[in-house]
T-cell receptor, first 116, second 111 residues
Framework: DTGVSQDPRHKITKRGQNVTFRCDPISEHNRLYWYRQTLGQGPEFLTY????????KSRLLSDRFSAERPKGSFSTLEIQRTEQGDSAMYLC??????????????FGPGTRLTVL | QKEVEQDPGPLSVPEGAIVSLNCTYSNSAFQYFMWYRQYSRKGPELLMYTYSSGNKEDGRFTAQVDKSSKYISLFIRDSQPSDSATYLCAMSGSSYDKVIFGPGTSLSVIP
């Protein structure tokens, strides 16, 4: 399977615990995006990387959230001191960065987080 | 006011019907307009994209963009039960920028 993969697919945690999610993008895709989707809503942008550089962070990304993309390959999203409001689907997407064409974002299956 | 508005539905139609899905937006900087389809418990998948104003057709799907009215539409002809999903309109300022999504419209096509 050469698509975007995310791990774990489901995570249940207690309030106050830390969680970390992993995203493996499509090979050789320069850009990697994180979105969050709650029930009945569309995905909301959190942050994105170009190679290993984090270029933009949404105001939704509080200081409890941190994302990394070491060596420009896979990415991790960590949430510290989880709150019930963090319960959502966390989606990762990747795209190439080619001039003159539309760079489609390919989404992974998401990690569903439930905070009890 | 949200940047992108979309009627959440749910929308239920008989098989073979023509479906019309619509979105309005407020940011005139958007240049790319997309429609994604999302099945339950899956990530969104891109159906079509349009650059600037105009129409684009792909099989049973037609996308329309009217930038002057800040209004976009997706038409599905001869709808099939396999079209049952949530349809998300989305927009971005460039071909590689972050995507701003509408809340999605849930569609059911009844055999």
């Amino acid at each position: 399977d050469t698509g975007v993969s995310q791990d774990p697919r489901h995570k249940i945690t207690k309030r106050g615990q830390n969680v970390t999610f992993r995203c493996d993008p499509i090979s050789e895709h320069n850009r990697l995006y994180w979105y969050r989707q709650t029930l009945g809503q569309g995905p909301e942008f959190l942050t994105y990387f170009q190679n290993e550089a984090q270029l933009e962070k949404s105001r939704l990304l509080s200081d409890r959230f941190s994302a990394e993309r070491p060596k420009g390959s896979f990415s991790t999203l960590e949430i510290q001191r989880t709150e019930q409001g963090d319960s959502a689907m966390y989606l990762c997407a990747s795209s190439s960065l080619a001039a003159g064409v539309y760079n489609e974002q390919f989404f992974g299956p998401g990690t569903r987080l439930t905070v009890l | 006011q949200k940047e992108v508005e979309q009627d959440p539905g749910p929308l239920s139609v008989p098989e073979g019907a023509i479906v019309s899905l619509n979105c309005t937006y407020s940011n005139s900087a958007f240049q790319y307009f997309m429609w994604y389809r999302q099945y339950s418990r899956k990530g969104p998948e891109l159906l079509m994209y349009t650059y600037s104003s105009g129409n684009k057709e792909d099989g049973r799907f037609t996308a329309q963009v009217d930038k002057s009215s800040k209004y976009i539409s997706l038409f599905i002809r001869d709808s099939q039960p396999s079209d049952s999903a949530t349809y998300l309109c989305a927009m971005s300022g460039s071909s590689y920028d972050k995507v701003i999504f509408g809340p999605g419209t849930s569609l059911s096509v009844i055999p």
